[in-house]
């Protein structure tokens, strides 16, 4: 006597011959739960080449944060003196009203 059966779903995944695509398959039914693409690996050549322009994209972005942190410290420095102008401010003006 059977009392019950759990019907447990397993799904497949199959490389489609055709678009090359990889398919879930339901393995009870037969039906395509849905695809996805197939991952793309460059070639070792790629790669390479990639890699000869990594030092120049690097040393733009050295550059880019060198010239950031120097306005930075500009902008700091022009706060500092603008503070130093304003020696009759003993306590500094409230920024959150407590009522």
């Not at 009392?3 to 489609?16: D, Y």
């Not at 398919?23 to 790669?47: C, M, N, P, Q, Y």
């Amino acid at each position: 006597m059977v009392v019950g059966m759990i019907n447990m779903a397993k799904i497949l995944t199959v490389n489609c011959p055709c678009c090359g695509k990889i398919l879930e398959v339901d393995a009870i039914s037969g039906e395509v739960l849905g695809t996805r693409e197939k991952k793309k690996f460059a070639s070792l050549e790629d790669f390479m080449e990639k890699e000869k322009q990594r030092p120049k994209e690097l040393e733009s972005m050295f550059e880019a944060a060198k010239e950031k942190e120097k306005h930075r410290k500009e902008m700091l420095e022009e706060k500092f003196e603008a503070a130093k102008a304003r020696k009759d401010l003993k306590d500094p003006p409230p920024t959150i009203q407590w009522d």
